[in-house]
Structure formats: C-alpha cells, structure tokens
C-alpha cells in the first residue's frame, strides 16, 4: 500500500513571498505519478501539478515548481510570488502508473497567503 | 478536459434516513471513484465504480452502507444509507479521461450534515 505525507498541516507566507509546501510517500512501486491539488473554500479539487516519476525535471507551472527526490521519496511544491487567490488547502497525491487512476491524498496543507 | 456535475451541494438529512448523490460527466468515462473527506481532513477513496460491474469498495466501506450505481459511462450515484452523524462528510466523485491520461476530475462535493 502507499502512503502519502504531508507533515505541515498548516502554513502561512506573506503575499508576493515564497512558500514550499513538504510531501514524503511510501512506495514499492517504481513507476508512478505524483501530484498537487489544491481545494479552495470552494471545496472544488483543481490540480496544481503533475511529476511522472520516470522524469528526472522537476514540473513547473508558471508559479508552481516541484522538487521531485525519488530516492528520498520527496515530493515539495514551492510557490513563487504568492497571491491572495493561493490561500487554500494543497493536497499532495499519489497514484500509481496504468492501475486504475486512483489517488492516495496525503493529510494536507492548509495555506494562508497574508497581504 | 471533463466537466463533473455534481448534486445536491449540500443537504442536511435526519439520523437513519438515506441520501443519493449524483454526478454527471460531459464525457464517457472508464471508471469513476467517490472519496470522502471527514471535516479537516484528506480524501478517503470509498470506492471506485465500473460501468456493467459491481463496485469495488475499499477497507472499511461496505456495500450495505454506501451502494453505488453506474448505469453508463457517464454517470454515477453514491447512497450514504442509514446515517448516522459520524457521516456528516463532504463526498465527492472524480474520474479521468481516457487510459494513461493521469487527470483526475472532480466534481464539486456535497457536503452532508446528518442531524
């Protein structure tokens, strides 16, 4: 089974700062895919970004990169030049490769983005 | 993309009553998967549901408690029966499109008082 990670249950980080978020998993599997989402109040589940295992890049997305460590099994997400629209929760996620899309959340990160 | 709808948004049921939820994909989809999400908490998979088979349900959800439907390739429904407050959740469904595309969909939750 895996497991997913997420041991800062709350942050917060002044607008236009940096912010990264922690992410650790458990896993025998070798090939597999990682990802963000992030839930505003809104409680709709939007996706941040997405790391294929098999990738040594890390995945950017505009303000949103990773820093995807296979062998320490790590998996931040940085957050450059936070805006208001960040605050929410961030939910690291795992899934395993070509086994039926389901995802394994972590416990996630519930961040403050103050002006 | 895939649009899910999803609905009721929210309810608020009597102790031993039932409530349907239903989602709606723009698209044909492969499987479907319903979560919970206990308040503060992560997302729980409660089971993923075929279209033309059974449910497969995870440990600790059981058929008797939360029957699924999935009559064809773009709809879905999760019936929390008998409630009880400790269902008092948001429920959500999500599914992706297509093999090897890793995008999980969600839709926008209900969230369930039992009083």
């Known amino acids: 089974a895996q497991t997913v990670t997420q041991s800062q249950p709350e942050m917060s980080v002044q607008e236009a700062e940096t912010v990264t978020l922690s992410c650790t998993y458990d896993?025998?599997?070798?090939?597999?895919?990682l990802f963000w989402y992030k839930q505003p109040p809104s409680r709709q589940m939007i996706l941040v970004i997405r790391q294929e295992a098999y990738k040594q890049q890390n995945a950017t997305e505009n303000r949103f990169s990773v820093n995807f460590q296979k062998a320490a099994k790590s998996f931040s997400l940085k957050i450059s030049d936070s805006q208001l629209g960040d605050t929410a929760m961030y939910f690291c996620?795992?899934?395993?490769?070509?086994?039926?899309?389901?995802?394994?959340f972590g416990g996630g990160t519930r961040l403050m983005v103050k002006p | 993309s895939a649009v899910i709808s999803q609905k009721p948004s929210r309810d608020i049921c009597q102790r031993g009553t039932s409530l349907t939820i239903q989602c709606q994909v723009d698209?044909?989809?492969?499987?479907m998967f319903w979560y919970r999400q206990q308040p503060g908490q992560s997302l729980t998979l409660i089971a993923t549901a075929n279209q033309g088979s059974e449910a497969t349900y995870e440990s600790g959800f059981v058929i008797d408690k939360f029957p699924i439907s999935r009559p064809n390739l773009t709809f879905s429904t999760l019936t929390v029966s008998n409630m009880s407050p400790e269902d008092s959740s948001i429920y959500l469904c999500s599914s992706s499109i297509g093999t090897g595309n890793t995008e999980a969909f969600f839709g926008q939750g209900t969230r369930l008082t039992v009083v």
């Open positions: 896993t025998s599997e070798n090939n597999y895919y």
């Open positions: 996620a795992f899934m395993i490769y070509n086994a039926g899309n389901m995802l394994t």
């Open positions: 698209s044909q989809v492969t499987m």
